[in-house]
């Protein structure tokens, strides 16, 4: 089927992506709209993972102050360029992350900045707690495995859901950020937060 420039347009505005990669996403897709979506989503993560490595020397920093003013935080997102860092959909998720950790005061921004000796002191109350429960070895050691995923989602900024899960279709911090990346054609990283709450 023929892909028309308006058929292009319409895809480019809903999902951000080149015309030529819309235009070659509609034609793999044979016009079919949200099979192109997929197509575009797969190759955005793709060359997402190919961007992650080059510096991110811009950014901007962010704020949110809840409406009590006794919760806030701050959070410094980076990017390549100066001209991403004034891009409105840029300045919103950095906007959209402060008021994520406002909400559910993490503490680290991935699970790989956890220590050795956290990890494995978790561990061993998780394993304390199941061996309490009489288990067996095979299923204690399934049992911490998962309440170990589960804890870092819990610490862990970017494997977080969005708090405001209707707005954000329940998708993660991480699943956000390598959206605007593959959106923006930029390496998008979150550098740091602080969380404040009063008397804390």
């Not at 003013?69 to 959909?89: I, L, P, S």
């Not at 959206?179 to 008397?199: D, H, M, P, Q, W």
């Amino acid at each position: 089927m023929s892909v028309t420039a308006a058929d292009v347009k319409a895809l480019r505005d809903r999902t951000g992506a080149a015309m030529m990669d819309c235009k070659a996403a509609l034609s793999e897709s044979d016009g079919d709209v949200d099979r192109a979506i997929e197509i575009l989503r797969v190759k955005g993560q793709a060359s997402a993972a190919k961007r992650e490595g080059r510096g991110t020397d811009e950014g901007v920093v962010a704020s949110y102050i809840h409406a009590n003013d006794k919760v806030g935080a701050m959070v410094e997102v980076q990017c390549e360029t100066d001209f991403v860092a004034r891009n409105e959909d840029f300045k919103a998720f950095a906007y959209e992350v402060a008021l994520h950790v406002a909400a559910t005061a993490p503490q680290y921004v991935t699970t790989d900045e956890i220590s050795v000796e956290e990890r494995e002191a978790e561990k061993r109350v998780f394993e304390e707690k199941a061996r309490e429960e009489g288990k067996s070895d095979n299923v204690v050691e399934k049992i911490v495995e998962g309440q170990l995923a589960k804890w870092g989602k819990e610490v862990a900024l970017l494997d977080q859901a969005h708090v405001n899960a209707e707005k954000h279709d329940s998708k993660s911090i991480e699943e956000l950020r390598q959206e605007l990346a593959a959106k923006t054609g930029e390496n998008i990283r979150i550098a740091r937060f602080s969380y404040f709450r009063v008397g804390e």
